[in-house]
Each structure stands twice: as structure tokens, then as C-alpha cells.
């Protein structure tokens, strides 16, 4: 994958700092999949209305006052079903046993109903339940009898005495032979026959009186089919950083094809190390999917939310967890009980250290055929007040995204979260719209529109960052994906207290490179002072891949420093990218630009992928990018861009990428923009115009073994035809690389495209 690695060689001869100018870029030694396994551990949880969960590697259990429900894990695209066992009734010598309402418990491993003289234990194992019946024998005399009712979908057993199954060899739930335990360590057999309702054990009298003064029945429930610990199939994921402990990943289980889990893992440190387990979020039979990762690093909380059910029963729900996963929040609430709700997304507070800890939750809600965006404050209890509905119009809204809060870590500023949506009128028009809310979820800036899109997938919204325009604002961004269905490209806006700083920019055209492949789905994350953007990118019928971008604000729209560079070329469908910064998560300074990105793996089995991308840069991006080049001999577009502090009083950096290795190159200038097709006989095209451009001939130097040139530029001594002159505040000068190059028919030269700077101080 093409890396803009700096030789030291190229850059003391441009005698330029390497920690100045390096841009966001990925390290490929940390770009991986991700072993994503359940622990060799059974994992086990609880509702809020007291029942109690284990989730094996090839079953999840359920204990309530209904008995024992048993979920065999048949494969993700296999329908959920299951059996409920529950005890009918209890005689002994012919006499029925009284039994107590259920009291359900976990000890240990083991999930316990207690009904007074009759206990049901089931120790969890990592491949099945062992079922320990115990019953209390004082009165109790003659031959016992235990009924069973099993409620399931599957098939009822063909064989009159244990071994049972229920359902087939694809899809089965199997219950063993039952034994008496003495107390001695031998197991004594007994009888199990199948009854209309389910099962019963038959404990003959000779072995009741053996038993002393308390009967344990034995029989051990499974699935038909046993997995090993299988990586997991995943359908999305969310990351987020938390500065006391990392960055974490929140992923999205099929468990079924109609039953998703959320799980929390910490990844591993920027040093390396293993993927670590950290909570369940959700493992009960109720489908939770689209989750969304928050952080607070002040209060050290995670807080996860997702929509909850399926159909017209949709809820939005979240939990929260200690970044160790010992401290772990029930479930609660988030969207109306009576009205569907999907699409969730979370932002946290990033500021005032002495607020309380504040989430903000954000969905859309169905009402017929109208969706409205809900957004509403949380804190690690629960709700911490009313849901606002901040889309006002009567149309369609959806995909909502949120920031995190924009108070700069360690300060007291206000907290203003960003909401950006998309509105579909009734008439089809796709529009991008913008909010701003406070902590308590009052609008601040009342919705505005950003721009009129079409067939647009996902909006993404970040923060400020310690960018500022000229005018010393601290612009935060908002992309979107927009375009018919095999030509969508990504756009950026830059925006500002409810309106777009410039004009929008189209960063699928900005990188001129991979223009005719659909773009779609990104996600954006505020670094200390870059701004990066995950995306998939397909060409015509081929495969997705995950690429990303980086960049800043300049004065009149966005300017990217790095073009698009994909983040794992295993050459296999991917999706659903996320990104999170150090920055967001509370971490100032160069190294708050360093992020991760996590996927998702589609090809077979799907798994998940993930890494670090990291920059240092500590200087803006001074242009922005335009024209288009043509290919050059390396199979690849010349691509061109400026980091500088837009000033005429300091030098600015010019990149050049993606050039023949070794070719003799220098930096050509104008005042004014054009394009004109093989110009001169050479095989691009020059992005410049007016009555004559400049040419830095007393710089030309050979590309690096990357096909790399950098020149430091001096404001004050623009190069023009008549000798160099000196930039003004105000100006907008063009720049652009010519290079020589190679061709079928012999040696020629070749351009980049181009960037225009414009100097605001």
C-alpha cells in the first residue's frame, strides 16, 4: 500500500523537520484482524427483571421463575429457537410434593431456582448445562417422580426413555441420562421417560431411601451440534478512547439470524498486546443491534447504546461499564416505550471538570411513515432528562450522527454537542441537516440545512479540534457520503455556529485518485489538529475496501494532507469502518492525533480487522486541492498538497506523492487556475492559467525512492517569470509539480494536479 514514508535524504535537503511536517499516516505493522473470541470462561449476567444469563461457546442459558431456558448456537444465519424447562410437579409415594414460587439466583457457575424443598441447579459449562435437581427428602417417603414441561419449536423426541432429543441432527437440544448421586461418588441410573409435556424422572423407592435425607438428580442438557470457541461472526462495530486505559471496541454478535449480542473488548496498546474481554453488554435471546461506543475519561465510564428488539418493537437501550468491566450498569431505557426507535448514536463530554458525567444519546423514531431525531441526556443511572425532539419539519429524518461534547479537555468551556441527519422531503429530496444541544439537550443553534444530497448511507459529525479559521473560529465537520448508486463520493463541510465555512468539498475528487469508484459510508474523528475520515471504497464490481483519509479546514473549504490511502488491502469485501481519536477521548497535544480504525471482515466467516493510524503533524493544511492529473508511468495520479499556517511571514511545505522514483521534479506557480490537456506535448494536464506562471527551477530535485518531493516554500519569494515576488494577505496563489516521466512511446514529462493557497495573514 502507498505510504508517504520521508527519506532522511529528501528531507535535509529541503531542510525541513520531520516532526513538523509528517502527516497523518497508517503503520502497517499495526493493521490486522482481530482475533475476537469469547473468553475460556462462561460468561454470565443479569436483567433488571431479576433473570440470570449464561453464555457459553456453543449456547446461551437463561434462568427465571419460569424454569430454564436453553438456546443452542446453530451458526448466524440459522433461525433462533430454543427450550424452556420448567418442573410440572413433584410426587412422592403418590402424593404431591408442595412446591414454593420460584427464587432465582446465580452462585458461581451455577444458575439456581429454589422453590422450598426442591432445588434446581444448573452448573454452566463451556459446551453445556449440567442440571442438578435436589430434593429435600424430610417427610418425604416411596418412589419420587419429577415432571418436566418443555416448551420448543423443535421436534419432540422419537425414543420413549433418555437419551432425548428435540429437533434433528442440524438443529437439536439434547438431554442426557439421568443418575441419582449418593453422596459417595458412584452414579446411580434411573429411569427418564417422555411424557405429551416434556420428560419425567423416575427415582424408584430403594434408591430414595439410600439417598440419606436429601435426592440429587443428574442430568446434563446440550446442544445437538457442539462448537468449539469460534471466532465470531460480526455485523458491526464502534471504538471509542477512553485516556486513563486505552482505546475500546464495542462489536454487535450474531448469535442467530435473529439474535445479535453486544460485546465491550479494550484493544490492544499502540505497543501491541492481545485483544482483552472487558463486559457484556447484551447476551439475553432479545435481538440488541447498531451499537455506539462513548467515553468519559474524567468520570472513567463507557457507555454503550444500541437499538433493542425487532420490527415495530424497536427500542433504543443502554448500559454503561467500568473500563475494567467489573462495574457493570443495568440496561435501561433510553427511547419512548411505545414508539419504534433505531439508528442510535452516543457522544460524551469532553470538558468542564466540574460537571457531572453526561452522556447524549441521539435516534430516530417512526411515526408511520414520518421519522423524527430524538436526542436525550444520560449519566451512568439512566436518563438524566426528557427526550427533544430537534427535527421540527414534517419529513422524513434518520441516520442521526453526534459529536462529543466540544469543551476542550481539562477546560471549563461549555459543552456543545453537534447532531448532523439526513431529511428526505415528501417529494424525495435528500437533504443534510445540523443541530447544535447542549449538555441537558436544549438546541443551541436551531437546525439548519448543510446541503441537498441524494442516495446518501451514513452522515458522520466531530468536535472542534486546535484547528481555527481565520477569523479565529474553531470549526468542527461534518461528512456524508451522496451520489447514484456506483458513483457516490464522500463530501466534507466545514461549519461553524450554523452555517458551512466555504464551499463543500468533494475528498473523493480532492484525492484525484480512484474517481470512478463508489465511495460510501464514512465516519470522522477530530485529532489535536487533523481531522480524519474512514470510508468504503468499490471499484466498478469489485470488492469494498476500507480507505481513509486526513485533512483540515483552510480558509475557503476543506484541504486534505493526506489523499486516500487503504487501511488493509486483503482483497476481500469490508465495511461498516469506524474511527476514534486519543484527542476525543481526552488526550491533548501531537499525540491526540492518533486513532483507530475497526471494521468489519464480510468475505466467509466474517471477523473483524482494525489498526493504528498516527500523525504527528503540528502545522494546517494551507491549500486546497483541485484539477485533475493523469496517470503517469507508475500506474498512479501525482498528488500534490500544503501544510503551512496560511501566513506570509513562514515558509509552507509542498508535498508531491506518487511520482517515478528518481525522476527530476520542480514546483511551477501561477495567480490564476486553468487546464489545458497535454500541454507542450507532455502526457498530463496543467492546472494553470493567466498571463504567465513561475517555475522554482533552482530547486529541482530527483523524487525519493517513494517518488516523494518537498519543497519548503517561502512566502516572500514566490517565483515568477520576471524573478520572485513576495505573497500578499488576501492572495490565493496555484501551485502544481511537473515531473519527468516515461511512456510507451518514449521519455516524456507528466503533472500533478493542483492546490490553491491562499494567504490570510
Known amino acids: 500500500m502507498p505510504l508517504p514514508l520521508l527519506l532522511t535524504s529528501a528531507l535535509a535537503l529541503a531542510q525541513i523537520d520531520p516532526a513538523e511536517i509528517d502527516p497523518a499516516r497508517i503503520d502497517p505493522a499495526q493493521l490486522d484482524s482481530l482475533d475476537v ?12 427483571e431479576g433473570a440470570h444469563w449464561a453464555l457459553g461457546h456453543s449456547y446461551k442459558a437463561c434462568v427465571d421463575g419460569n424454569g430454564l431456558q436453553f438456546v443452542p448456537y446453530l451458526g448466524p444465519d440459522a433461525p433462533t429457537t430454543s427450550a424452556t424447562f420448567a418442573v410440572r410437579s413433584v410426587t412422592a409415594g403418590g402424593e404431591p410434593v408442595p412446591l414454593e414460587p420460584s427464587a432465582v439466583r446465580r452462585d458461581g457457575t451455577s444458575l439456581v431456582v429454589d422453590r422450598g424443598p426442591l432445588v434446581e441447579r444448573y452448573a454452566c459449562s463451556l459446551d453445556s448445562v449440567e442440571q442438578f435437581v435436589e430434593i429435600d427428602l424430610d417427610g418425604v417417603s416411596g418412589p419420587v417422580r419429577i415432571e418436566f414441561d418443555v416448551e420448543t419449536d423443535l421436534a419432540r423426541p422419537a425414543r420413549a426413555q433418555a437419551p432425548f432429543r428435540f429437533g434433528d441432527p442440524t438443529a437439536a437440544i439434547d438431554v442426557g441420562e439421568a443418575f441419582v448421586l449418593p453422596g459417595d461418588g458412584t452414579k446411580l441410573p434411573v429411569e427418564s421417560v417422555r411424557t405429551p409435556e416434556g420428560y419425567a424422572i423416575v427415582v424408584p423407592e430403594s434408591v430414595v431411601d439410600a439417598a440419606g435425607d436429601r435426592l440429587v438428580i443428574d442430568p446434563v442438557i446440550n446442544s445437538g451440534a457442539l462448537f468449539s470457541n469460534p471466532p465470531h461472526p460480526f455485523v458491526i462495530a464502534d471504538v471509542a478512547y477512553l485516556g486513563s486505559s486505552g482505546f475500546y471496541l464495542v462489536v454487535e454478535r450474531a448469535f442467530s439470524s435473529t439474535d445479535s449480542d453486544v460485546i465491550l473488548y479494550r484493544l490492544p496498546g499502540l505497543t501491541g498486546g492481545t485483544l482483552t474481554f472487558i463486559a457484556i453488554i447484551d447476551v439475553t435471546s432479545t435481538n440488541w443491534e447498531d451499537p455506539a461506543l462513548a467515553a468519559i475519561e474524567r468520570t472513567d465510564e463507557l457507555m454503550v447504546i444500541a437499538t433493542r428488539g425487532a420490527g415495530t418493537g424497536r427500542r433504543v437501550h443502554a448500559r454503561s461499564s467500568s473500563p475494567d468491566g467489573l462495574s ?5 431505557l433510553v427511547s419512548s416505550p411505545n414508539v419504534e426507535a433505531f439508528d442510535p448514536d452516543i457522544g460524551a463530554e469532553s470538558g468542564g471538570p466540574f460537571l457531572g458525567r453526561r452522556f447524549m444519546a441521539v435516534w430516530s423514531n417512526r411515526f408511520f411513515d414520518l421519522r423524527g431525531v430524538y436526542v436525550r441526556p444520560l449519566d451512568g443511572n439512566g436518563p438524566a432528562g426528557n427526550a427533544r425532539q430537534i427535527d421540527t419539519v414534517q419529513v422524513r429524518s434518520s441516520i442521526p450522527a453526534i459529536s462529543t461534547g466540544s469543551g476542550e479537555p481539562g477546560t471549563f468551556d461549555p459543552q456543545r454537542f453537534r447532531i448532523a441527519y439526513k431529511q428526505t422531503s415528501n417529494t424525495g429530496q435528500e437533504s443534510i441537516w445540523a443541530v447544535d444541544v447542549d449538555r441537558n439537550a436544549t438546541v443551541v443553534t436551531p437546525g439548519w440545512r448543510v446541503a441537498n444530497v441524494s442516495s446518501t448511507q451514513r452522515v458522520s459529525v466531530c468536535s472542534s479540534n486546535a484547528s481555527r479559521l481565520p477569523d479565529g473560529s474553531a470549526p468542527y465537520v461534518i461528512v456524508w457520503d451522496s451520489g447514484l448508486s456506483i458513483t457516490g463520493d464522500i463530501y466534507a463541510a466545514t461549519c461553524v455556529d450554523g452555517s458551512v465555512r466555504g464551499s463543500i ?16 459510508r464514512p465516519t470522522v474523528a477530530a485529532g489535536t489538529d487533523r481531522f480524519l475520515v474512514t470510508y468504503q471504497d468499490r471499484p466498478f464490481q469489485g470488492e469494498w475496501q476500507v480507505y481513509m483519509c486526513s485533512g483540515q479546514p483552510a480558509p475557503e473549504t476543506f484541504g486534505l494532507a493526506e489523499r486516500n490511502q487503504v487501511l488493509l488491502d486483503s482483497g476481500t469485501p469490508q465495511t461498516n469502518a469506524a474511527v476514534a481519536s486519543r484527542f476525543e477521548g481526552g488526550v491533548d497535544g501531537s499525540s491526540g492525533n ?16 482494525g489498526g493504528y493510524l498516527r500523525g504527528v503533524s503540528a502545522s494546517g493544511a494551507a491549500g486546497v486541492q483541485y484539477c485533475t492529473a493523469a496517470p503517469n508511468s507508475t500506474g498512479k495520479r501525482a498528488w500534490i498538497y500544503a501544510n503551512g499556517d496560511g501566513g506570509i511571514a513562514s515558509n509552507h511545505d509542498l508535498f508531491c506523492s506518487d511520482m517515478p522514483t528518481g525522476s527530476p521534479c520542480f514546483i511551477l506557480t501561477a495567480r490564476e487556475p486553468g487546464f489545458v490537456v497535454n500541454v507542450g506535448g507532455s502526457a498530463g494536464n496543467l492546472c494553470l492559467g493567466g498571463l504567465g506562471f513561475g517555475r522554482f527551477s533552482n530547486q529541482v530535485r530527483p523524487t525519493d525512492a517513494q517518488g516523494l518531493y518537498i519543497l519548503s516554500l517561502d512566502p516572500q519569494n514566490i517565483a515568477q517569470p520576471a524573478g520572485t515576488v513576495p505573497a500578499s494577505v488576501g492572495e490565493t496563489w496555484y501551485f502544481q509539480a511537473w515531473f519527468r516521466d516515461g511512456s510507451p512511446a518514449g521519455p516524456t514529462s507528466n503533472l500533478s494536479n493542483a492546490i490553491a493557497v491562499e494567504f490570510v495573514m
Open 594 to 609: 492518533t486513532c483507530y480504525s475497526a471494521w468489519v471482515n464480510e468475505s466467509g466467516a466474517t471477523t473483524l480487522e
Open 328 to 332: 457493570v450498569g443495568v440496561p435501561f
Open 37 to 48: 473470541r469469547l473468553p475460556e470462561r462462561v460468561l454470565f449476567d443479569a436483567t433488571a
Open 505 to 520: 468539498a468533494n475528498l473523493s475528487a480532492m484525492s484525484d485518485d480512484r474517481r470512478s469508484n463508489e465511495q460510501r
